[in-house]
């Protein structure tokens, strides 16, 4: 028995520093995750003031009444690369906001029904440009959930741009809202190019695009999903996402209600 004791406080001994290695190494990744992010931040912060100036010179250029057909197209050029690049670091400006754990939480009933139809408004150009119905499925009065109506707003945004992005001609992109006890649902169903099972875990990794050719031949930068995955999780969300190659794609957020 004597012998049986001083084995059992072996293992303990040995469990206690196995769990003490466990948690320095959590907090040594949350240290490097925060490190992350403030270095995306800083230099996201460091690259968008001389872009800023960059367009504005661009813009007097282009005014200027005398220029040959070739210059102006170079203008319109260079004017369209910068302001990508704007929007590049505009979303990784976000991405290091949100995925901020100090980042103050606004809590606010948020309308989602009115945010949709916004950003179904966005989207109808494209959506028509490739002869994709996107239908609407909503009740009438307000859905209401709790959060940051700017946030709230990004999520519907990439999820419907998304969806028309990835649908092919003739298709359809479904989004439904409905009422679930204390949450609230927004589901953006597509009929478009799907995701390989291999890939659904890496969605909200920020920069992840697949190699899917189908995909691939879209323009983007992999921020968008990630930038949604840590909107959800700071409202104490849920964001599922089923797929099938070839058929399509249903990204489903529950959201607590205001
Ligand atoms: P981006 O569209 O800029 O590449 P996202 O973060 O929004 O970045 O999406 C990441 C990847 O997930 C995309 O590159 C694409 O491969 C895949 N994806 C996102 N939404 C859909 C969708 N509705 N249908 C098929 N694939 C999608």
């Known amino acids: 028995a004597a012998l049986d004791i001083g084995h059992d406080l072996g293992h303990a001994i040995l469990n206690?520093?196995?769990?003490?290695?466990?948690?320095?190494?959590?907090?040594?990744?949350?240290?490097?995750?925060?490190?992350?992010?403030?270095?995306?931040?800083?230099?996201?912060?460091?690259?968008?003031?001389p872009l800023t100036s960059v367009l504005g010179h661009l813009e007097m250029l282009d005014a200027s009444p005398d220029l040959s057909g070739p210059t102006r197209g170079s203008l319109a050029t260079m004017?369209?690369?910068?302001?990508?690049?704007?929007?590049?670091i505009e979303d990784l400006l976000l991405l290091a906001k949100v995925?901020?754990?100090?980042?103050?939480?606004?809590?606010?009933?948020v309308d989602l029904h009115r945010i949709l139809e916004d950003v179904v408004d966005l989207s109808t150009m494209a959506a028509r440009h490739k002869d994709i119905s996107l239908v609407v499925d909503s009740p009438t009065d307000p859905v209401l959930a709790l959060g940051d109506p700017d946030e709230l707003d990004r999520i519907c945004g990439n999820l419907v741009s998304n969806a028309v992005k990835y649908t092919p001609e003739g298709g359809t992109v479904t989004v439904t809202l409905s009422r679930r006890a204390d949450r609230v649902e927004l589901s953006c169903a597509d009929t478009g190019i799907g995701i390989a099972?291999?890939?659904?875990?890496r969605l909200g990794t920020e920069f992840f695009r697949s190699s899917n050719p189908e995909a691939v031949a879209q323009p983007g930068t992999g921020l968008g999903l990630a930038i949604v995955q840590r909107i959800v999780e700071r409202h104490g969300g849920e964001l599922v996402v089923e797929s099938e190659l070839g058929r399509g794609s249903v990204f489903r957020v529950t959201l607590p209600a205001a």
């Not at 466990?22 to 230099?43: F, N």
């Not at 099972?197 to 875990?201: G, I, Q, R, S």
Request: hydrophobic share 40%; aromatic share 4%.
């Open 16 to 49: 206690a520093r196995t769990f003490e290695r466990e948690h320095e190494l959590v907090e040594e990744l949350q240290a490097l995750d925060a490190y992350k992010g403030q270095l995306i931040a800083t230099v996201a912060h460091e690259l968008k003031n």
């Open 79 to 88: 004017e369209r690369g910068a302001q990508r690049m704007v929007r590049v």
């Open 99 to 109: 995925g901020d754990a100090n980042t103050p939480l606004i809590s606010v009933p």
């Open 197 to 201: 099972p291999e890939d659904l875990d």
